[in-house]
């Protein structure tokens, strides 16, 4: 079983910066693939961003330039979501995620963002 569990969502106005964690413990493979989902209601979750065991990355077109996700796996298994320039159509939940094989898909329970106008 793996378990994660995010951290640093809140309150911030527009053009403000928030920076979320999500570690993950358990039973984690050295080859996975770690990645941000945010959802909001009546709205599919949707991909921000992923970071695989190599480092590359991928991200949502609307957070390219703004959203910055990395890893650290030295003592923890984390890995961090850094935003800046936040919009109002930034606030949801963010869900954690951990992608392995094998296995299937883990999620954590989600931190929530919002943005003030």
């Known amino acids: 079983q793996v378990q994660l569990v995010e951290s640093g969502g809140g309150l911030v106005q527009a053009g403000g910066s928030l920076r979320l964690s999500c570690v993950a413990s358990g039973r984690i493979f050295s080859m996975n693939v770690l990645g941000w989902y945010r959802q909001t209601p009546g709205k599919q979750r949707e991909l921000v961003a992923t970071?695989?065991?190599?480092?590359?990355?991928?991200y949502a077109d609307s957070v390219k330039g703004r959203f910055t996700i990395s890893r650290d796996n030295t003592k923890n298994t984390t890995v961090y979501l850094q935003m800046i320039s936040l919009k109002s159509e930034d606030t949801a939940v963010y869900y954690c995620?951990?992608?392995?094989?094998?296995?299937?898909?883990?999620w954590g329970k989600g931190t929530l963002v919002t943005v003030s106008s």
């Open positions: 970071i695989s065991w190599t480092g590359r990355t991928n």
């Open positions: 995620n951990l992608n392995q094989s094998p296995g299937m898909p883990y």
